[in-house]
């Protein structure tokens, strides 16, 4: 038994180094101007992804590490607007239509999905682009957000499990430089 644990350890440590710290960094700096002339970050996902986007963006309303003022952050996961939104239109549209009532040009949407083919991801990021907000998609190395984001953060792997241990460890470095930039040590 322990060995199956070690492995699994040892498959998500790798999928963790592999991430492009570029990438990351990428991701920083546009959170960071977005903050720093006003804007919010706005997260989205579905499923465990969904949970990862409330946790960051708790992150950042709340604190992640320092005592620092409240950053703007919200999640799309609330589930009467889910639910709303899925009842009178349909699922696909549940993300875009908050990103119409929400999103202006400045703010930083985050669009997470592991297969990088999610639907609602995809349209609420589009629409994002048209009110002239910078865009930012964590996903697995498959699926079409990743190329159509200002910057993809590409976790190296098709296993939804290690995508998801991934992008919230490198959402976690991200939590780190912002505040570190915006507030000091």
Do not use: W
Request: hydrophobic fraction near 40%.
């Amino acid at each position: 038994m322990n060995d199956a644990i070690v492995a699994e350890l040892k498959r998500s440590a790798e999928t963790i180094s592999h991430i492009d710290p570029a990438q990351i960094r990428a991701a920083a700096d546009l959170i960071i101007e977005s903050f720093r002339n006003g804007g919010q970050i706005i997260f989205m996902g579905n499923g465990g992804s969904s949970a990862d986007a409330q946790h960051i963006a708790a992150e950042f309303s709340g604190r992640y590490m320092m005592e620092r003022p409240a950053l703007p952050s919200i999640c799309l996961s609330n589930i009467a607007p889910v639910t709303a939104i899925g009842n009178d239109y349909c699922y696909d549209l549940v993300f875009k239509r908050q990103i119409e009532a929400n999103c202006r040009k400045g703010d930083v949407v985050v669009g997470m999905s592991t297969s990088g083919n999610s639907k609602n991801v995809i349209l609420a990021l589009e629409a994002a682009k048209e009110r002239g907000a910078k865009t930012i998609s964590f996903t697995g190395d498959g699926g079409v957000m990743k190329d159509m984001v200002d910057c993809p953060v590409v976790i190296p792997s098709k296993e939804t499990p290690r995508i998801q241990e991934a992008y919230l460890c490198a959402n976690h470095i991200i939590c780190g430089i912002v505040e570190r930039e915006m507030f000091g040590q």
